[in-house]
């Protein structure tokens, strides 16, 4: 019974007053309280009675007692009731029975509240009303006060139960003119900062209900522009997602509804500037659901003007009279193709497949193309649509898609389009320049040649010159200042930033910034400092020093903000002496030197001096003075920054004196600037009171000006008379810093943080050394007294007893430093023998001393009572002397490595015999091996290079006799090298060290069997590869020569990993097969590769195009090429068969070609050997199958193996005979190849002459078949076949003597048989190695033809290489684009969708689309339940019909419904109910169809489907069964043409829902027509 009428019924037979009833029901209501919260239909039986009470036709709705029962019922039941539900569970899920009750308690109040007084009213919504407030204060606060406490907000379920009690009252709130203004300022605020739950309420509850309904009499309602008006003025950042929100929550209030319904008060939002802002920000949103939202209020507004037809117009005030949006009747046509052109665009960038994407750029073109102004100076479709568009594509997941769209984008010619300049800037600073960080997009394309600049850096090149070149003057130097500072906003990895730089050099010199240029380009330089790849971080310091000096107004700078940028810039790395960027500075501060800026406390500069000489000067003054009282530094070293700044501004303008100084003065200028140097040197050992941080500060100026001043350059200029002058001034007052540096190391340092002025004074003396050996004044020289004074002090402390025990930190800083002198002293000695140090006792004493004491002595820490809080006596830290400690090892093994390189020196020189060697190290190296590897797990990864150095020493004397000790201590050494991966600086060191153990001669000479050869093996298997791209843009970097100063810098270490090989390559190219050992050694290689590919022929291992087992193939035949020359007849014919079975082998194309050639050469070599080729046809024909296709292209090439054949008849006869029946083979590319071999031998023969009844007979048949294959390039893709093959390069233009080099065996082949580009090895690296030595090469490297170098890669068996760019812009703009369907017009928002489906899922067959169901109860895989679910909500079917709900969990069901049983009814019937629901749905009015084949069932071609059908599909195997077949009103059948009996039954019910779906579309057209005509 209808629940009205139940209630009419207590209303009229109920014999006491209205409020006994009411009482009467609320008690029902609260039955079972104590057990849980009311039912929520018994609380909808009582809103149902109270709004009853309220009917005038009740006729007792004037008792005086009932507003006092309502208002117990309301405040005294439903508000306590309502303060204790919570609408959310535990997991944030929405709990329905909780849901639906307060559903139905807030629609009692709104009763109860109708049919009171208004003062119930006002008391009820009190209470949700302070909860909203307080809630949007305390949401307002979060995280805007630091250090505050986060206040605590309502529960969620609190704040959640308020909004629905004030969604239901707020139409009564509006009608009494309550608090209207005040609840939309809330429920605005909520929207702005509410959790995302709360803020989806709001916008579909609350707001919706204080606007005006259609039809509604309410005068006192808020508007939708009372609305806008305060959204607009939000903060734009991080609010934009929450104003599409509530923007796509109001589509009957916003732009102009189409329909009669629309609204008064709609709000046409299409004429705001603001709002097509919104939409714009919210189209490029990081998250889907903002971009959906925007993409459906563009949608609506587009369709709301295609149907209103009106003029509309959005005037942009910034920068240009363009508007963002306006519309015409008069333009609608093209319109409308623009915006759908462009609402496609958007809806296909949502996909990620490259596929999909590609067919857009057309038609962004085409966009492009329209925003250019018409002849009435308005564009149809405005720019920064369009940047939107990029802006998504720069944001794909995509990579490919997204480099295509960033390579289309910078091949526009932006500055040909009507882009606001200020937007366009803000652009490329950041989405494009968010693009180019992406290192693989700079990977050279593959009609590049290795070391070729990228394409993107090309692009980037072009760009950047024609934006600036073509900007406005004004947006110049803001948009390279933009440009820089997002440059150094971020970390860069080393090849972006690289690029980035080299484009900015390109753009030409103009004053652009000042000061602030410079510290932004210095925080880029700091950015690149994280790189590891050292030559690539100089390269990009070069460009950026470069950058500077073209773009800085040096009107706007000092000298001093210059030399502070040119201090960031590293002089080993980028800006080292003498490269041609050092010259290009000393020209530029030249040419400048009167036009910078003043100092700030300068004097007037005098003519006759440069302004740079005299900053020079101040320079070094200020930075020679140091405070009289050091106090609390005078412990501290000064700043190393400084000294390298000053020495390189010296320097700087000593070599611009000397160049362009009209007069020689560059050497009393560069004496003027030294004099406060060389005054302080002078007294550093006489001055008593000469403070020590001047005395530090002038040796770090030394010997930066020492390191410096040496050019890395190959070619040095005749005569450098500033590095003459400057080592004059050494040697002024080297007696001087001997003295001092002897002293301070022998006896004054005692505190750690004396440790660093050790380092220095080593360092110094390192450079003195240096300079007195390029002088020539070593022997005899004082350096002897030197160091023969500190090797005998350093061995007494070493040597010296600790009486007391306790270690004092005087006595542990001066053993490091003694420790640390000594492995000096070792250093020195062997870089210059002419110093003759072996001849010091001292030394002598030296290399007796070193492996006295233990090894690995661990330095102890010394003592610190816990009152100093961990401090040593000097007030340091006590923390880091494990950093101490590690390097007083270090320094330990540095002079153990000098004494064991020196006995294996003196072993190996027989005239050295007499070496005196302490008998530890020659009778016992494992006790020092067995300390290397302690030493290994004591020492820091970046401190282990001398320990592997003595090891490479040790290991090959212990292998045989302490192999499990040599295996330890090669596993130790591997971990150790590869804990510096990341550490470049010491990794390169370190594993060139590693290396030179493992590839010992005399360890790999063992044999794998023995556990230290499989170690070896196992080691050389692990060496690290360098990343290919960064390997690339090396070689480009190197290419570029003297044109990139970082070449001239940066010291060469060649880490090609091509390297071996080459080498490899270049040795054997240097045999000579007439040498008998050369002889035997070549036959020796030769047949180690041939068993080599026979293994891994027969081998199991994956043989696919490029794998490991391909490569190697690869290799082995191209070594084979490169020996072949030197190969003799008996040996070759020792080896045919075997060339001939690994060509009966299926091979990937670029083996193949390999070996065709390798026969190819051998028969024009050996025509003896063309007799057993003939063998190679007559194998297995099931075996070779298309391996033959080998053999018959060597034929192809039958002229270059009968070249130096004198009668060639029998051969040409032979050919023929072999070839022609393989032209009947039945597969496809064996015919191919035997017609292109027929073809060529035919040739031949005719060519020849040749004459006999053999050929009579054959030649008609020959050319019949000949002709015929002609004759199928017109059509068909057997012709194209045939044209591709002929086309293809080892049969055209390929000539296997003529190109016979190293070039096209390496590099040629490769790059044209689709093997990857790392094996791909250019002519100009063999080159550049056989440079080195003198050439006797067999072979040519440079190919001497041109035809082949110039052949493109147009393999007729690879088709379809790639999609490029190019091919994409030839597309036309009819290009079909891949797109799904977003019917946005019936689109709800997404925080409804939940309540919709539950909605629907509860109350079955309501449906608003059709009244279609779909029962499958009797089927059984989720496989096809899934795919039904699926297109059962495609199609709009009310509900699916299935035997178990559950199987909705299945993961075979969700893989194929895609989510779909979320948005559809899923409804459960067991097989057993499946009759009594079928009954039940008849009374209901529903048609029972039967998807089976009966005797009487209709054809579904001529079969009309009634509104109201329930389709059955039968089971997998049995289809219906006969029982349910009684039960159905009508069966249906597909027709069939096929043989086999039935469908899936997945797809007969889609068929059938297809076709009830399309007769249902096809009625609801006819029906409006058929209405019109009757009116």
Same mark, same amino acid.
Request: aromatic content about 8%; glycine content about 4%; some cysteine.
């Given at each position: ?343 496609? +665009? ?150 972006? +930033? ?588 030769v047949s180690k590769l041939l068993e080599k590919d026979e293994e891994l022929r027969n081998s199991k291992g994956r043989y696919y195009v490029n794998s490991m087992l391909h490569r190697l193939k690869n290799r082995i035949w191209q070594t084979l090429l490169v020996l072949l020359p030197q190969m003799d007849q008996v040996f070759l014919s020792s080896i045919i068969e075997t060339v001939y079975q690994s060509g009966l082998s299926d091979n990937q194309a670029s083996v193949k070609y390999l070996i065709e050639w390798f026969i190819i050469l051998i028969l024009q070599k050996c025509p003896e050997f063309i007799d057993s080729f003939w063998r190679c046809f007559s194998y297995n024909p099931e075996s070779t199958k298309t391996s033959i296709c080998t053999f018959l292209a060597v034929l192809v090439h039958i002229n270059v193996i009968l070249r130096s054949v004198s009668k060639k008849d029998q051969y040409l006869k032979k050919a023929l005979s072999v070839i022609l029946p393989w032209c009947l083979n039945h597969n496809f590319t064996v015919r191919l190849y035997a017609l292109l071999a027929l073809q060529q031998v035919w040739e031949a023969c005719l060519v020849s ?58 590099? +040629? ?230 043989? +086999? ?35």
């Amino acid at each position: 019974m209808e629940p009205l009428l139940v209630m009419d019924l207590l209303l009229r037979l109920g014999h006491g007053p209205p409020s006994t009833t009411l009482r009467e029901l609320c008690r029902w209501c609260r039955e079972g309280e104590d057990r849980g919260p009311p039912d929520a239909g018994r609380v909808e039986m009582l809103r149902l009675l109270v709004e009853k009470l309220g009917d005038p036709g009740a006729g007792r709705c004037g008792e005086a007692d009932l507003p006092s029962c309502l208002r117990d019922v309301a405040v005294g039941w439903c508000l306590p009731l309502l303060r204790g539900l919570r609408l959310e569970g535990p997991g944030g899920q929405f709990q329905e029975p909780g849901r639906r009750l307060v559903h139905s308690l807030c629609a009692l109040l709104h009763a109860c509240c109708r049919q009171a007084p208004p003062a119930l009213l006002q008391d009820i919504a009190g209470a949700p009303l302070r909860d909203l407030r307080r809630y949007t204060e305390e949401r307002g606060r979060v995280g805007s006060a630091e250090g505050e406490e986060e206040p605590q907000s309502p529960e969620l379920s609190d704040i959640q139960v308020a909004i629905e009690v004030l969604v239901k009252l707020a139409p009564l709130l509006l009608e009494g003119g309550i608090g209207a203004e005040e609840l939309l300022s809330f429920a605005l605020t909520a929207v702005k900062v509410g959790e995302d739950s709360v803020a989806s309420r709001m916008v579909t509850g609350l707001i919706p209900a204080l606007l005006p309904n259609p039809g509604s009499s309410l005068h006192k309602c808020l508007t939708v522009q009372d609305i806008w008006d305060r959204v607009k003025r939000w903060e734009r950042t991080g609010t934009v997602s929450r104003v599409l929100l509530l923007l796509s929550s109001l589509p009957q209030h916003l732009l102009l509804c189409t329909g009669d319904q629309s609204p008064p008060e709609t709000l046409d939002l299409r004429t705001s500037p603001e709002f097509w802002e919104v939409v714009q920000r919210g189209l490029v949103q990081p998250e889907n659901t903002s971009r959906k939202r925007a993409m459906y209020l563009l949608k609506r507004a587009v369709d709301a003007s295609i149907t209103l037809q009106s003029e509309i117009c959005s005037e942009y005030k910034a920068e240009s009279d363009t508007c963002l949006f306006w519309w015409s009747s008069e333009k609608g046509k093209q319109l409308i193709q623009l915006w759908e052109n462009y609402i496609l +665009i958007m809806e296909t960038l949502e996909e990620n497949q490259v596929h999909v994407i590609r067919p857009i750029f057309p038609r962004l073109k085409s966009l492009m193309d329209a925003t250019v102004c018409n002849d009435r100076g308005r564009a149809p479709f405005h720019t920064s649509w369009l940047l939107c568009a990029y802006k998504r594509m720069f944001e794909s997941e995509n990579k490919t898609a997204m480099k295509e769209g960033l390579f289309q984008f910078l091949d526009l010619g932006v500055m040909k389009y009507p882009f606001r300049t200020r937007e366009l800037s803000e652009f490329i600073c950041g989405p494009v320049m968010d693009a180019i960080s992406e290192s693989t997009f700079y990977s050279r394309s593959p009609d590049q040649v290795i070391g070729s600049c990228p394409v993107l850096a090309v692009k980037l090149q072009t760009f950047f010159v024609d934006f600036v070149e073509n900007v406005a003057e004004e947006f110049k130097g803001d948009f390279l200042m933009k440009l820089i500072k997002s440059m150094a906003a971020k970390h860069w990895c080393a090849v972006p +930033i690289l690029f980035i730089s080299q484009a900015l050099v390109h753009i030409p010199s103009r004053k652009t910034w000042g000061v602030e240029g410079l510290h932004a380009l210095r925080e880029v330089i700091r950015c690149t400092m994280t790189n590891h790849q050292v030559l690539l971080r100089g390269a990009a310091q070069c460009y950026l020093l470069q950058t500077a000096m073209h773009l800085t107004n040096v009107e706007k700078v000092t000298l001093s903000d210059i030399s502070n940028f040119l201090a960031s810039i590293r002089t080993e790395e980028a800006l080292s002496r003498d490269t041609k960027l050092w010259m290009e500075l000393c020209k530029w501060l030249h040419s400048n030197d009167r036009h910078f800026r003043n100092e700030e406390d300068a004097t007037e500069v005098c003519l006759k001096r440069s302004a740079l000489s005299v900053y020079i000067l101040n320079l070094v003054e200020q930075y020679m003075k140091v405070p009289v009282t050091e106090g609390e530094n005078a412990s501290f070293m000064p700043d190393w920054f400084e000294a390298q700044l000053v020495s390189r501004m010296i320097l700087l303008a000593a070599d611009i004196e000397e160049q362009y100084s009209t007069e020689s003065g560059d050497q009393k200028s560069l004496a003027a600037f030294l004099h406060p140097l060389t005054d302080v040197l002078w007294k550093l050992n006489t001055h008593a009171y000469l403070p020590v941080l001047k005395a530090d500060k002038s040796l770090q100026l030394l010997l930066k000006l020492l390191e410096t001043s040496s050019s890395k350059q190959c070619t040095k200029k005749p005569e450098d008379r500033v590095l003459n002058a400057l080592r004059e001034c050494v040697m002024s007052s080297v007696e001087q810093v001997l003295e001092y540096t002897l002293r301070r190391l022998t006896s004054e340092l005692q505190t750690v943080l004396d440790l660093d002025r050790c380092q220095l004074y080593l360092a110094v003396m390192n450079e003195i050394v240096k300079t007195l050996s390029t002088e020539g004044r070593m022997s005899g020289s004082c350096i002897w007294s030197y160091i023969s004074s500190l090797t005998q002090v350093s061995i007494r402390y070493l040597q010296a007893p600790n009486d007391n025990g306790v270690p004092k930190l005087g006595q542990q800083i001066q053993m490091v430093v003694a420790r640390a002198s000594l492995a000096w002293v070792c250093k020195i000695t062997a870089q210059y023998p002419e110093l003759e140090l072996d001849s010091l006792e001292a030394v002598k004493t030296l290399v007796r001393s070193v492996l006295i004491g233990p090894f690995n002595k661990n330095l102890e820490k010394p003592f610190c009572s816990a009152q100093d809080n961990g401090l040593l006596e000097d007030g340091s830290s006590a923390q880091g002397w494990g950093k101490i400690s590690a390097q007083y090892v270090h320094d330990q093994w540095a002079c153990i490595y000098f004494i064991l390189n020196k006995f294996e020196q003196s072993s190996e020189n027989a005239a050295c015999k007499t070496c005196e060697l302490s008998l530890t190290v020659v009778e016992n190296p494992a006790l020092i091996l067995g300390a290397c590897i302690e030493a290994l797990n004591i020492v820091p990864s970046d401190r282990v290079l001398p320990i592997l150095q003595c090891m490479k020493i040790l290991i090959p004397k212990l292998y045989r006799s302490e192999e499990s000790l040599c295996v330890k201590s090669l596993d130790l050494a591997w971990k150790t090298v590869l804990e510096l991966n990341s550490n470049q600086l010491h990794f390169w060191p370190t594993f060139s060290a590693y290396v030179k153990i493992a590839f010992h001669h005399q360890l790999l000479s063992i044999t794998g069997e023995c556990a230290i050869g499989m170690k070896v093996k196992e080691d050389k298997h692990r060496i690290p590869y360098t990343d290919g791209l960064i390997q690339a843009v090396h070689i480009h970097i190197e290419l570029l020569g003297d044109e990139c100063a970082a070449n001239g810098a940066t010291e060469y270490e060649n880490r090609d990993d091509q390297s071996v090989r080459i080498w490899a390559i270049n040795f054997l190219c240097q045999l000579n097969g007439s040498n008998t050992l050369h002889k035997k050694f070549i036959e020796n290689v030769v047949s180690k590769l041939l068993e080599k590919d026979e293994e891994l022929r027969n081998s199991k291992g994956r043989y696919y195009v490029n794998s490991m087992l391909h490569r190697l193939k690869n290799r082995i035949w191209q070594t084979l090429l490169v020996l072949l020359p030197q190969m003799d007849q008996v040996f070759l014919s020792s080896i045919i068969e075997t060339v001939y079975q690994s060509g009966l082998s299926d091979n990937q194309a670029s083996v193949k070609y390999l070996i065709e050639w390798f026969i190819i050469l051998i028969l024009q070599k050996c025509p003896e050997f063309i007799d057993s080729f003939w063998r190679c046809f007559s194998y297995n024909p099931e075996s070779t199958k298309t391996s033959i296709c080998t053999f018959l292209a060597v034929l192809v090439h039958i002229n270059v193996i009968l070249r130096s054949v004198s009668k060639k008849d029998q051969y040409l006869k032979k050919a023929l005979s072999v070839i022609l029946p393989w032209c009947l083979n039945h597969n496809f590319t064996v015919r191919l190849y035997a017609l292109l071999a027929l073809q060529q031998v035919w040739e031949a023969c005719l060519v020849s002459k040749l004459e006999g009844q053999e050929l009579q007979f054959l030649a008609p048949i020959i050319e019949s078949c000949l002709e015929q294959v002609g004759h199928k390039q017109i059509t068909g893709n057997a012709g194209k076949n045939w044209q591709r093959i002929q086309d293809h390069f080892f049969f055209g233009k390929f000539q296997p003597l003529e190109d016979y080099s190293l070039e096209t065996i390496f590099y +040629i082949f490769p790059s044209l048989s689709d093997v990857i580009e790392d094996e791909w090895i250019p002519a100009w690296k063999f080159n550049r190695v056989m440079d080195l030595l003198p050439s006797s090469s067999s072979i040519n490297v440079f190919n001497p033809r041109n035809q082949i170098c110039d052949v493109k890669l147009t393999d007729w068996i690879q088709r379809d290489k790639g999609y490029g760019l190019a091919e994409v812009d030839q597309d036309t703009e009819w290009t079909d684009v891949q797109k799904k369907i977003m019917p946005w017009k019936s689109n709800i928002l997404d925080q409804d969708l939940e309540l919709i489906c539950q909605e629907r899922t509860t109350i079955f067959g309501k449906s608003s689309n059709n009244s279609l169901i779909i029962v499958a109860s009797l089927i059984d895989k989720p496989t096809n339940l899934g795919g039904l679910c699926r297109t059962s909500e495609i199609f709009g079917a009310s509900a699916l019909v299935v035997n178990n709900v559950h199987c909705v969990n299945d993961k075979q069901f969700q893989a194929l419904s895609v989510s779909a049983e979320q948005w559809l009814p899923v409804i459960e019937v067991r097989p057993a109910q499946l009759v009594e629901y079928l009954q039940r749905k008849k009374t209901e009015g529903y048609t029972i169809i039967g998807v089976e084949q009966t005797a009487n069932s209709h054809n579904l071609a001529h079969y009309s489907f009634p509104e109201k059908t329930l389709l059955l599909l039968g089971n997998e195997r049995e289809g219906i069964p006969a029982n349910f077949i009684q039960h159905l009103d009508v069966c249906v059948e597909i027709p069939q043409c096929g043989i +086999i009996r039935s469908l899936n039954v997945h797809v007969s019910g889609a068929l059938l829902m297809w076709e009830y779906t399309r007769q249902q579309m096809t009625k609801q057209a006819v029906r409006p027509e058929t209405e019109t005509a009757q009116k």
